[in-house]
């Protein structure tokens, strides 16, 4: 069965630095391009940053301002979200997302991991 596990959620303060990461497991993890999305309440699912099969380019929501860092391990099968300057507004749910550069239709989710930023 496909697996993702995520870490490294968890409470921060304002400014304060958090890093996430994605596992995946019995998945094909160099064939898919990897994303992280966040979901605060209330709020509709957005997209925080993207990276290509090969990690060779990057994409990121405008409100990340150069906060955030998304990167990717292959030979750990394992993307990551380094997240710096964070503020109230990024408390949601992170969830990493798996998708198919060929077939739009075929993607995955992670279970979400919570990320609090609150003094």
């Known amino acids: 069965q496909v697996q993702f596990v995520e870490s490294g959620g968890g409470v921060v303060q304002p400014g304060g630095s958090l890093n996430l990461s994605c596992t995946a497991s019995?998945?094909?993890?160099?064939?898919?391009?990897m994303s992280w999305y966040r979901q605060a309440p209330g709020k509709e699912r957005e997209m925080v940053a993207a990276i290509t099969v090969a990690g060779d380019s990057t994409n990121y929501a405008p409100f990340v301002k150069g906060r955030f860092t998304i990167s990717r391990d292959n030979a750990k099968n394992t993307v990551y979200l380094q997240m710096k300057s964070l503020n109230p507004e990024d408390t949601a749910v992170y969830y990493c997302n798996a998708q198919n550069p060929f077939n739009d239709h075929d993607d995955y989710w992670g279970q979400g991991t919570q990320v609090t930023v609150s003094s």
């Open positions: 019995r998945f094909a993890f160099r064939a898919y391009a």
